[in-house]
Each structure stands twice: as structure tokens, then as C-alpha cells.
């Protein structure tokens, strides 16, 4: 069989990755990837976005399956296009990927059918938020819309701060033109419940928790994620059929009766708080860096597991118990402006599994090239095993414009 996958970050390799083991897969293309993956797949020059040329290449190359990783083919309407030409893909449609892609719309769907959310209103007018804003005071959370890679969530934990998001979202477009939701600050321990999707079949794959803050004890800008663990140890069972019960379930089944039935990977961005568990954000796709972590749990099939999804049958999802913890190497500046082509070498060392995130080999050497470059993920039989493992395996790479957390899994321990 042959499998094209859509995207370019560790995410995707991580995919790439589970899927190479399956003895049905023969071949495995990237579109557009990233030089760190290519001893996995083929990588193709084609953007993530071009819909037409994606549709095209998959035709002409007798694409079995394909798989997308980013939110944004996912809201270009990829899964429309290439289900229109008989094309078999592993994702939501347009309309089903508004819950992503719409904050507005992922809030009025909760409210509408009644799933644990925090409070909200919506604001077009700079004037309108900002008083808003004032009366309610902080701590406060803004997020923007539309889409903005994982970088578009403000908690504002200052008058100060929340009036600088405002002011970069609604008066400086930084992410665009679009509204901005405002909503209560909750408090307690996050969590990420990925689950596999058909219409209201809701199949759970393990918990994680990424950590967003750019540095150590959670300080600094929220990134789209400098690491993540699983399993957690926080989280009881009691709390997880609650999450899947009350919120991912009712979820699935809303977007059916709006006419906007989902398959694919729903992200349900969590909060255990004092009252019960609650939505933070839904994404339409793998997370990422949970992707990371979670995928090398399964020790099934997955490209089975996909088809079985798409054809609506139950997929078989057996994991190991094993923790398994990465941690995102970055480019210094990261999530601001930063330097790309610095070389990083030792990587031949590392015992982990070495999933790239935005790498560019150039005759053997490698480069960094995005803002989050690299992930390292160890597995051991507790948190703080894994964290020592992969700090270790970090020690042996050599770069001089990379920096990384050293408390993943601080929740944990």
C-alpha cells in the first residue's frame, strides 16, 4: 500500500514513524516533510495547502491513503477535495473542522448542547473587548478565532497584558482579521484526550500533556508546545470516563446533528478543575507535540486502525503502559523571530527516538530550520526516568542556537 501524509513537523514524522512499521505499507510520501524524515519517506515539493496539486499527485500515484497532519489543509478544505475524486483520507471536512478553526463556533456548539466549557463572549471591536475586559479583570484567557499555529491563546494574567493581546489581535491583525474570544480563567492541571472519530463512534487513544510556555516553571510565551508526556498520573479513571462521557462523546455527536458529522482525530484540549473537567480548545487533527508521545504507545497497527475508521469499523488500540516523554529542542527567539541554518550535530548518539520538527540536511549536515526543530522521546517506567533519559540524550547533541525545557512532566512529579 501506499501512503501519502500531509504536513511537515514532528507531528508528521511521528506518524510516518508508526505507520512505517506496518507490513502493509510499501511506500510512504511527505508532502511537503522535512529533511529529517526522509530515510521514512519520499518527500514531495508540494505545500500543504495546494489542494488542487495534493489531489493531482495522490491521483497519479495511486495513493491508497492519506493522512493529514495540519489544521490548515484541514480548513482548506483538502478532505472535500480529495473525497470528491474517490480518494481515501484520514481526516475531518471543511465544515467539521470549523471546530478548530472557529473558537466562535467551538463555543457556541458547547453552550448549545450543554458541554462543560468556560464562560465566553465573542468581540469583533477593539473599544467593546477592552471594556470588557476591564470589567470582568484579570486573570483573564483571549484567544483569536481563526488559526494562528498553535500561538493565538493569551492567558493574561495582568489588565497590561490582556490590553497587548487585544491590541495585537483586533487592532495589528497579527494573526489576521478575524474576532476574538474572551473567556473565564479556569485553574487546574491540563491535559490533551486525543480520540479517533466516525460520526458519534468516539475511540479513545491515551492521554497526554504538552507543556506551552517557552521556558522552565511555565514562564514565557506560549509556544505551540515545547513537550509532552503519557500516560498521567493525575488524571484517574474516574476522570477520564468523565472527559470521554461528558464532553467527547456529547461533542461527536453535536457536530452530527449540526450537520457536520467529524471524522478524523478530535483533540479535546482538557481541564480538571474544581468543578469537574472542562474544554479548553478543540483541534480537528493530531496534536502536536502529543502525536510524539502517544503514537509510540500503540503497539497495533495504525494504518489498519485508519482505514477502519474511515470504513466504520471498530479499530483494534493496544498500548504500552510505559511512560514516554519528549522534549522539543527550539531555536533560539522561538515563538518570536529566530535564526535558521545554525548546524546541529551529535544526533547519531541519541538512544530516543529523534523525530524532526523543522530540520534541513544539506550534504550530510544538519541544520536547524523552523522554530521548534527537534523532539527527543525516551520511554521508562516512570515520568522522572523518562525526563532523565531524554535530558541525557540532549547532552549529546551539539548546537549553539537551541534551547529546551528541563521540567516536562513537572505536573507529574
Not at 300 to 314: Q, Y
Not at 351 to 379: C, F, P, S, W
Request: net charge negative; glycine share 8%.
Amino acid at each position: 500500500m501506499k501512503v501519502l501524509v500531509i504536513g511537515s513537523g514532528g507531528r508528521e514524522h511521528a506518524i510516518i514513524d508508526k505507520l512505517s512499521e506496518s507490513s502493509l505499507v510499501d511506500k510512504i510520501y511527505a508532502a511537503p516533510g522535512n529533511d529529517g524524515m526522509a530515510k521514512q519517506a519520499e518527500l514531495v515539493a508540494i505545500s500543504d495547502t495546494d489542494v488542487e496539486a495534493l489531489v493531482k499527485f495522490a491521483l497519479e500515484k495511486n495513493i491508497d491513503l492519506t493522512v493529514v497532519g495540519p489544521e490548515v489543509s484541514l480548513a482548506a478544505g483538502v478532505v472535500d477535495a480529495f473525497k470528491a475524486k474517490g480518494l481515501k483520507i484520514f481526516g475531518p471536512d471543511k465544515k467539521a473542522a470549523r471546530i478548530e478553526s472557529s473558537k466562535e463556533y467551538a463555543k457556541e456548539l458547547m453552550k448549545k448542547y450543554h458541554i462543560p466549557t468556560a464562560d465566553f463572549q465573542s468581540f469583533s471591536s477593539y473599544e467593546e473587548a477592552w471594556n470588557y475586559v476591564q470589567e470582568k479583570g484579570a486573570p483573564i484567557v483571549i484567544k483569536y478565532d481563526g488559526l494562528a499555529a498553535g500561538k493565538g491563546v493569551v492567558v493574561a494574567m495582568s489588565l497590561k497584558e490582556a490590553q497587548k493581546a487585544l491590541k495585537d489581535m483586533l487592532v495589528d491583525d497579527k494573526y489576521g482579521k478575524d474576532k476574538v474570544v474572551i473567556e473565564e480563567y479556569l485553574e487546574g492541571p491540563e491535559f490533551s484526550f486525543l480520540c479517533f472519530v466516525d460520526g458519534k463512534n468516539v475511540y479513545p487513544l491515551e492521554l497526554s500533556q504538552d507543556h506551552k510556555r517557552a521556558f522552565d516553571d511555565d514562564e514565557g510565551p506560549n509556544t505551540g508546545g515545547m513537550g509532552a508526556y503519557s500516560p498521567l498520573p493525575f488524571i484517574t479513571k474516574e476522570d477520564r470516563e468523565e472527559a470521554l462521557e461528558k464532553i467527547m462523546k456529547p461533542t461527536a455527536a453535536a457536530l452530527v446533528d449540526d450537520d457536520s458529522s467529524f471524522t478524523g482525530v478530535l483533540y479535546g484540549g482538557l481541564m480538571k478543575t474544581k468543578d469537574g473537567i472542562k474544554v479548553i480548545e478543540f483541534n480537528c487533527r493530531f496534536g502536536d507535540p502529543e502525536t510524539e508521545v502517544v503514537l509510540p504507545r500503540l503497539e497495533s497497527d495504525l494504518f489498519v486502525a485508519f482505514n477502519k475508521v474511515i470504513d466504520h469499523e471498530d479499530p483494534e488500540l493496544v498500548w504500552d503502559n510505559q511512560v514516554y516523554l519528549g522534549v522539543v529542542l527550539a531555536s533560539e527567539g522561538y515563538p518570536g523571530s529566530y535564526e535558521k541554518m545554525h548546524a546541529i550535530n551529535g544526533l547519531e548518539k541519541v538512544t530516543g527516538k529523534v523525530y524532526a520538527m523543522g530540520v534541513k540536511i544539506v550534504d550530510g549536515q544538519t541544520y536547524n530550520n523552523g522554530g521548534r526543530v527537534l523532539i527527543i522521546v525516551e520511554k521508562a517506567d516512570t515520568v522522572a526516568k523518562a525526563r532523565e533519559k531524554a535530558l541525557d540524550d540532549i547532552k549529546k547533541i551539539e548546537s549553539d542556537n537551541l534551547f529546551y525545557r528541563s521540567d516536562i512532566g513537572h505536573w507529574a512529579l
